[in-house]
């Protein structure tokens, strides 16, 4: 079965994320939502997503009203890659954006002080594969070696990932060359043969499958990344200090979909084609994530530890650090 729940029981994420509401200085959610929301201090805000699942949560809490009945708009706003939202982010032109982990960590490694206040999506087998075109020559990972892959972002999730399965063949970072370019792009950059492979996610597997016949080479969320923690929201910390009452409204919102997400596959199915690329007959089929109900520091803390495995962090920051109960 492609589509798995959430690990954790959800009406305890639900809780785990109200809780981390009430650490923001929130009103309680009781009384948030007797008041219509009111208080906010700031009634509307714009939040970066990209059009892949992982950001399900976010629209169908939009269409279903969970955030109005907080007294909060929420605008989405289309973005490339965690790196480049997080200097949106940082720049002021959005005020929450969805990231993966290792943008994250990355940019807190820097010195920008970000807070995690939900998680979005999490790996399962199959939902972040390395595509090569139909024919390739390349068969195994081994194979890769003098190659050129196509990611997202550069110094990311992606070349995470697909450096965790080279290691597993012999090779290292340093025996391929990343090329950074949009999902939608990669398809026509492996029949140009710009590229030799691609690391992807769906829509973007599935189409490319069948579109162009490209096939799977290996699937980069196994062994060390197997069940890895992809994407969460994040908002500066002074976001957080000045606006508390706008994040735990956005929050409660979030958590009321991200249990939908969890829960409810065909729910997610309806709304992928209102935000992405592709049709409800390839929403039906493709290989989906699961959808976490809570913040998990250990689990989060799995993306820190592998990074400083892979000298991307020269040590490990502590997940506990950049969750709003930190302070709480």
């Given amino acids: 079965m492609r589509f798995r729940l959430a690990s954790r029981a959800i009406v305890i994420g639900v809780a785990a994320v109200l809780a981390l509401s009430a650490c923001g200085g929130s009103e309680p959610a009781d009384t948030a939502q007797a008041s219509g929301g009111g208080g906010l201090e700031k009634a509307e805000i714009t939040i970066g ?8 949560a976010l629209y169908i809490a ?16 289309t973005v490339q890659g965690g790196a480049q939202a997080q200097q949106s982010l940082m720049g002021g032109s959005l005020d929450a954006t969805q990231t993966n982990y290792v943008s994250t960590f990355l940019a807190v490694s820097a010195g920008n002080k970000l807070k995690i206040v939900a998680d979005l999506y999490q790996a399962t087998p199959n939902s972040f594969n390395i595509m090569v075109p139909k024919d390739s020559p390349i068969k195994t990972p081994a194979d890769l070696k003098g190659k050129k892959i196509a990611v997202n972002s550069k110094r990311n999730i992606g070349t995470l990932s697909v450096t965790s399965v080279l290691k597993a063949h012999g090779l290292t970072e340093q025996d391929v060359t990343f090329l950074e370019f949009p999902f939608p792009d990669m398809a026509g950059k492996l029949q140009q043969g710009v590229v030799d492979a691609a690391w992807m996610t769906e829509p973007h597997l599935t189409a490319v499958q069948k579109n162009i016949g490209a096939q799977k080479l290996a699937d980069t969320m196994t062994g060390p990344t197997a069940d890895f923690p992809i994407a969460g929201v994040v908002v500066t910390e002074e976001f957080l200090a000045k ?5 735990a409204a956005f929050q409660r919102g979030l958590a009321k979909a991200q249990q939908i997400s ?4 065909k729910a997610v199915e309806e709304i992928l084609p209102t935000y992405t690329k592709i049709d409800a007959a390839t929403a039906a089929v493709i290989t989906l994530g699961s959808f976490p109900t809570s913040l998990d520091e250990t689990r989060l803390q799995r993306v820190s530890d592998l990074m400083v495995e892979q000298g991307y962090l020269k040590s490990a920051i502590p997940a506990k650090t950049i969750l709003p109960d930190s302070n709480g």
């Fill in 49 to 56: 997503a990209l059009p892949i699942p992982d950001s399900a």
């Fill in 62 to 77: 939009n269409k279903r009203g969970f955030f109005k009945e907080e007294g909060l708009t929420v605008n989405i706003e």
């Fill in 243 to 247: 606006h508390p009452k706008t994040v």
């Fill in 262 to 265: 969890a829960s409810d596959r």
